[in-house]
């Protein structure tokens, strides 16, 4: 369980900076990037886990493809969640 927090949360890092690279408009700044983008990692990464095996099925059980679901849930949702922290920064300043 601790493993899985952690990709996910490493992975939301990558996603959230990944988010504020692409685009200047989105971007908090590297550090903001990082902690609102492994938040999101966690806990859409968390959300993602909870879905992935209703969603998949059987073949959710596989070491390699929760693992890869992991970091893909955690990448995803740290972007996601970089960018409408961003975007509400944006709005209200």
């Not at 990082?34 to 806990?43: E, F, L, Y």
């Not at 493809?65 to 972007?79: E, F, P, R, W």
Request: aromatic residues 0%.
């Amino acid at each position: 369980m601790l493993t899985n927090l952690i990709i996910q949360a490493v992975a939301g890092a990558i996603g959230g900076n990944a988010a504020g690279a692409a685009s200047k408009d989105l971007t908090l700044g590297t550090l903001a990037n990082t902690i609102v983008g492994a938040i999101g990692g966690g806990v859409g990464g968390q959300i993602l886990t909870a879905l992935l095996p209703t969603l998949l099925g059987s073949a959710a059980n596989l070491d390699v493809g929760a693992l890869l679901s992991q970091a893909v849930g955690g990448g995803v949702s740290g972007a996601v969640i970089t960018a409408v922290v961003a975007l509400i920064k944006n709005k209200m300043a």
